[in-house]
């Protein structure tokens, strides 16, 4: 869906977390993605 819309202010990334679940996907990768996005250049 992401893809399709193509929205110009919106950025996002797919990293995947195949060790990770549902009730783990937060607290593993809330880092990676604070700096992702404060560290955004493109």
Not at 18 to 42: D, V, Y
Request: cysteine-free; aromatic content about 10%.
């Amino acid at each position: 869906m992401l893809r399709a819309v193509n929205l110009a202010n919106v950025k996002w990334k797919y990293a995947p977390e195949p060790k990770e679940e549902h009730g783990t996907i937060f607290r593993a990768t809330k880092e990676k993605a604070i700096i992702w996005t404060l560290n955004e250049t493109e």
